[in-house]
């Protein structure tokens, strides 16, 4: 999963290209399907969660804890998602997941 940097309005930026690129290469190398998921506002949701880690720290975990949850959702199971503050469709679809929350900074 790579998060895609979306523009408040949902529209690509210049990073959004770029995490698109990267996202491609890691497909074509790894040769593993690599989804993009929507990071509006992770660093926003980091701000006002606190903790010891840093920022861009808190940050990721909530761009992950939002990707597994949609998984779990769109899965229809009911699955246990781990709370990423306790501690601390894909590239080629072009389907985009995400809660609709990222701040425009890339985190892989």
Excluded at 23 to 32: H, T
Excluded at 43 to 57: C, H, N, V, Y
Excluded at 69 to 98: K, L
Aim: charged residues 30%; negative net charge.
């Amino acid at each position: 999963m790579v998060g895609l940097p979306l523009s408040l309005s949902g529209a690509d930026s210049a990073q959004t290209t770029e995490a698109r690129g990267f996202a491609a290469l890691l497909e074509r190398e790894l040769e593993v399907p690599v989804e993009l998921y929507d990071e509006r506002f992770t660093t926003r949701l980091a701000q006002r969660s606190g903790g010891r880690s840093s920022e861009d720290s808190r940050a990721a975990a909530h761009l992950l804890e939002g990707w597994l949850a949609a998984r779990v959702d769109r899965a229809g199971a009911t699955a246990h998602v781990p709370d990423a503050h306790a501690e601390g469709e894909g590239v080629r679809g072009e389907e985009i997941h995400g809660a609709g929350e990222g701040d425009g900074r890339a985190h892989a």
